[in-house]
């Protein structure tokens, strides 16, 4: 038996593995990198946590806000609770040179990664399957009361998923960070993380790409037929344009795991440059997400709107409302077709979908 084989057979764990970079001097260039984009990434899911708080309170979170309020939220205490685990995980690696000890420390920072990695996942999914939902099919995906089915799906399922990958043994150092064992939990990774997140990158795409079809289709028949375009249809495109700038920024955070993925399921050794990209956008979810939540925000102040449909506007004055509602229509995608209606508001990503609302009434 040749010592290669040999040498296969001692490793037992991830624990076997030697430490990522330290043999050809780039560990440093992975770690730092990475803590500095946790570090910004983190302060920026805060900024948008105290951003949408001041601006909604917190007393009405489950009674007056709308989902898509919500949705904010839920996606940026994933950014941080991630951030917050992930950067104590480089910072101890990096002080001592060594993987993380004790082994049950590792596998703590592990199960959290592997439950808000994948929290993020199936969040994103559901506001992608929402947009097209929405279009093709003008139905809106219900949540339940206090948002029970949506933090069931997106952080039960993985609750359930890491706690029982912990108990089998499966989580553990990788050699650069701690999430599935490099040795015990190879296949587990594979299950877990890289083809749920193939899936989910290729869905959401399809979907990205399906609900911007369709906005140009609606559009494109309005001018052909010199019609005009429905409040609610105007609405509807507005958070389908919305709820995709998620999907986007979703995209560019784990398409470089993604591509490791696959890579490391054709090959055993990935480029260490791969391993330099997932190290990078992987972690830069809080600042993604809070460049969307910005350009979401600053459009609704341009045009004098909100996010949710429980505010009133400023003026109740007929004339002004009517001039007000006017001023939007000229902002729409297809502005010289939509249909004059009485004053409304519009809730831009409301309840994933932007439903007109008379002025005084609620929901």
């Not at 764990?13 to 440093?28: A, E, K, R, W």
């Not at 795991?257 to 791969?274: I, K, S, T």
């Not at 972690?283 to 709107?305: A, F, H, P, T």
């Not at 502005?335 to 508001?345: A, F, G, Y």
Request: with cysteine; proline share 3%; net charge positive.
């Amino acid at each position: 038996m040749d010592n290669s084989t040999l040498a296969f057979r001692k490793l037992r764990n991830g624990y076997d593995l030697p430490v990522y970079g330290l043999d050809n001097g780039t560990f440093y260039y992975i770690h730092i990198p990475a803590m500095m984009c946790i570090v910004t990434s983190f302060v920026c899911a805060v900024i948008a946590i105290v951003l949408i708080f001041r601006s909604r309170g917190y007393k009405s979170f489950f009674t007056k806000w709308s989902k898509s309020e919500r949705f904010v939220v839920y996606l940026a205490l994933c950014d941080a609770l991630f951030n917050v685990s992930h950067f104590t995980d480089h910072l101890h690696i990096a002080i001592a040179k060594n993987h993380v000890y004790p082994k049950r420390l590792c596998e703590f920072y592990g199960f959290n990664l592997a439950l808000f990695i994948t929290a993020q996942n199936l969040m994103v999914n559901i506001v992608a399957i929402n947009a097209f939902m929405l279009l093709y099919f003008n139905k809106n995906l219900e949540f339940g009361r206090y948002d029970w089915r949506l933090l069931a799906w997106t952080f039960g399922a993985p609750f359930i998923g890491a706690s029982i990958a912990g108990i089998a043994g499966q989580l553990g150092t990788n050699g650069a960070f701690c999430y599935f064992d490099g040795i015990k939990g190879v296949i587990t990774n594979i299950c877990f993380t890289t083809v749920p997140l193939l899936l989910v990158l290729v869905m959401n795409v399809i979907f990205y790409v399906l609900t911007w079809k369709r906005i140009h289709e609606q559009c494109r028949e309005i001018r052909q037929n010199l019609g005009k375009m429905s409040t609610a249809m105007r609405a509807s495109h507005r958070a389908a344009r919305a709820m995709s700038m998620f999907v986007a920024a979703f995209f560019v955070q784990w398409w470089a795991m993604a591509l490791y993925g696959v890579w490391n399921l054709v090959v055993d050794v990935v480029p260490q440059p791969v391993h330099h990209m997932v190290t990078t956008f992987s972690n830069i979810g809080g600042i993604l997400n809070l460049i969307v939540y910005c350009i979401i925000r600053k459009k609704q102040l341009s045009k004098g709107e909100f996010l949710s449909t429980e505010r009133k506007t400023k003026s109740n004055d007929p004339a002004s409302s009517h001039s007000h509602f006017s001023r939007q229509n000229n902002n729409s995608m297809c502005d010289s077709q939509v249909t004059e209606q009485p004053p409304v508001t519009l809730s831009i990503i409301d309840n994933h979908l932007a439903v007109p609302t008379r002025y005084g009434n609620r929901r």
